[in-house]
């Protein structure tokens, strides 16, 4: 890092920091993230320009008490660093079972040390982080598509006296590949007819991008008798 900078030094570095967090923030964008391409370069930006601004204040670090203040520059990285957690904790939301935005928290935290390698003149380093950053996020989101991952669902089915018996849905979803986790049946009786409910929890592999109701799930909704039924994954 050199103790004193030009211009030209300062626009290279602030140029390849807008393109880190571009290229990254497109990503972002296209999957419909809450921090899209605006946050990303802004907080990309905001790292590099800290760090720039410690580098302009080196000149000024081991001179006497008596001419200028004592200066801890590291401060003014560590401040990002610690802002930055904020951020990225405020990216995460959590639904029920389900915990989203941790790759786009990751996301930030890598942008903004990205921001804080190009800002202190670490060129080499900051483009080699971005061209690793972009094989992650753009290659192997592909790979990590064809995983089949175990997901999780209840389905609770509520049928009259004409309707299947209480061993019939568990053994449907069975050859269907699913795994029973557990089940059980609560009868009650009805204003006109006796009435069960059975409810499965059910576990199966599957892509992670594939969110639609497995089939199964509609074949047991048009057997005869059955007069609700719910699916929650």
């Known amino acids: 890092m050199p103790l004193t900078l030009q211009w030209d030094d300062i626009a290279l570095r602030l140029v390849l920091t807008v393109i880190a967090g571009t290229l990254v923030g497109i990503d972002r964008s296209e999957r419909g993230q809450a921090a899209g391409l605006r946050t990303i370069i802004l907080v990309c930006l905001a790292a590099s320009v800290a760090m720039i601004q410690m580098n302009l204040l080196l000149p000024m670090a081991g001179k006497t008490a008596d001419s200028f203040v004592s ?137 992670p991008d594939n969110i639609l109701t497995p089939p199964i799930v509609n074949q047991i909704a048009q057997i005869p008798g059955v007069t609700r039924l719910r699916w929650k994954a």
């Open 71 to 207: 200066l801890d520059l590291m401060r003014l990285p560590l401040g990002i660093l610690t802002g930055m957690g904020f951020i990225g904790g405020g990216a995460i939301l959590r639904r029920g079972n389900m915990v989203q935005g941790v790759t786009t928290a990751a996301t930030l935290w890598l942008v903004t040390v990205i921001g804080l390698c190009l800002g202190g003149g670490q060129l080499a380093l900051g483009m080699t982080t971005l061209a690793m950053a972009l094989i992650v996020l753009w290659a192997l989101k592909r790979l990590e598509s064809l995983i089949h991952e175990e997901r999780h669902a209840t389905l609770s089915v509520s049928v009259n006296a004409e309707g299947p018996t209480d061993n019939d849905i568990p053994a449907m979803l069975l050859r269907a590949g699913f795994e029973i986790r557990s089940w059980d049946v609560i009868s009650s009786r009805g204003a006109a007819a006796p009435l069960r409910k059975v409810r499965c929890e059910v576990s199966w592999r599957g892509r």
